[in-house]
């Protein structure tokens, strides 16, 4: 079965590099009912860190975060891969990206068991629409 590659929009914050940053503002997404596709975080600069958020809505998300006076990033948008795990499914993928003359900015994979794995992927926003185009994407 081949992967199943698909736009889909994040937003991010950026919070001091401290515990119980991200439990406070992902405990105020849950308490709203807001569903995250993905979630990362990582340092981001001298004691920051920047949140990463991929929800199931975004208008429920980004409603739930003003409530909340997390401040977000303007949207942006990214690649959320599914498929069955096997050896070389990232690479195939990032290859057509290459052969594209596109640059990957970031990339992240995992096995979610099961026989699935599950990525995110982003490339430059003035890269998007040709990364769509090289990964099929209408």
Known sequence: MPEEIRRVDYYYTTVPDKPGQAVNILGALRGAGVNLVAFSGFPAGARKAQLDFIA????????AARSASIKLSKKKSGFLIQGEDRPGAV????????QAGINVTSVQAICAGMGRYGGLLWVKQADFRKAQKALGIA
């Open 56 to 63: 199931e809505d975004n208008a429920a998300f980004t409603k």
């Open 91 to 98: 690479a195939d993928t990032l290859d057509k990206l290459a």
